[in-house]
């Protein structure tokens, strides 16, 4: 079902985040305006207007309520009261950011084919390299427009390493990256087409948007396709066009943005009801 609209998000939507709250952020990057939905609303209940627009691909927000957006070249952080600062300047454009639990903040850079990481306890620390190093390529060391990112408890990388239709995990202090989904993987169930995002469910199984407008995930069997399974472009409630950032709450139902359908759309788990007019629709997602 339709979780937000074009009215809402705005058009060609790319951020969106769910913290342990269940609270919802998404970004309409025609006005600037970070909307977020708090105690399972279906309309949102509070709304930050900001100086962005954009250049805003997604967006992180810590247990503490503070958004991080990569804003172009720029990562900036917003308070509760809508104070700005900026934490650090990049040389190109930042597609994903994610905060791992040791207050250290990740952003991929789409055109330096790399993942860099800044400690948040020292606003004046450098940034380093964690992930590729600034050239295309496809070997195990190297990234070619990388686009989402994800962090594990355990420190591990997981790049959606878009050009290269893979996506791969760097352990900590590795640079040397593993193929983990892919038709280059080392048992390879499905091939990817341009990967745009990747995430891990709290059992870290891996969820993936890609260019054929479907959303992948994994389990203990491998993975299969498990949303818009036809692979065809559309805008009705099957279907997605162009999908981008995608979010569990905690009941296990799926968000994604449905950029050029300009909307965010929500797929049930099978065994939950979304609400009560539609309690008949449900969608078979396992995890």
Excluded at 20 to 47: A, C, L, Q, V
Aim: include cysteine; charged fraction near 15%; charge should be neutral.
């Amino acid at each position: 079902m339709t979780f937000a609209d074009n009215f809402i998000v705005g058009t060609n939507p790319y951020g969106l985040f769910i913290d342990t709250n269940n609270s919802i952020y998404s970004m309409n990057r025609d006005n600037g305006k970070i909307f977020i939905w708090m105690n399972n609303s279906n309309d949102p209940t509070f709304t930050l207007s900001t100086p962005f627009s954009s250049n805003v691909f997604s967006m992180f927000v810590t247990t503490n309520g503070l958004i991080y957006l990569g804003d172009g070249k720029s990562i900036k952080q917003i308070t509760k009261s809508n104070q700005i600062i900026e934490i650090s300047s990049i040389s190109d454009y930042i597609l994903s950011v994610f905060i791992a639990i040791n207050n250290i903040f990740y952003c991929s850079i789409n055109g330096l084919h790399k993942v860099v990481k800044k400690s948040l306890d020292d606003i004046s620390s450098t940034t380093t390299t964690v992930a590729g190093n600034g050239t295309q390529g496809s070997s195990s060391k190297l990234l070619n427009g990388p686009f989402g990112i994800f962090v594990d408890t355990n420190f591990d990388l997981y790049v959606a390493d878009c050009g290269n239709n893979r996506i791969q995990l760097f352990r900590l202090g590795e640079t040397n990256g593993t193929t983990v989904a892919g038709s280059t993987s080392a048992n390879p169930t499905i091939s990817l087409s341009y990967p745009r995002y990747a995430i891990l469910d709290g059992n870290k199984y891996l969820f993936i948007t890609d260019l054929n407008n479907r959303i992948i995930g994994s389990d203990e069997n491998g993975f299969r396709c498990i949303v818009a399974c036809s692979m065809s472009s559309g805008s009705t409630s099957d279907k997605l066009s162009y999908p981008q950032s995608i979010a569990f709450d905690s009941f296990g139902n799926l968000f994604v943005v449905d950029r050029n359908n300009h909307r965010i759309q929500k797929f049930c788990l099978s065994t939950n009801f979304c609400n009560r007019e539609r309690k008949k629709q449900r969608f078979d997602i396992f995890i």
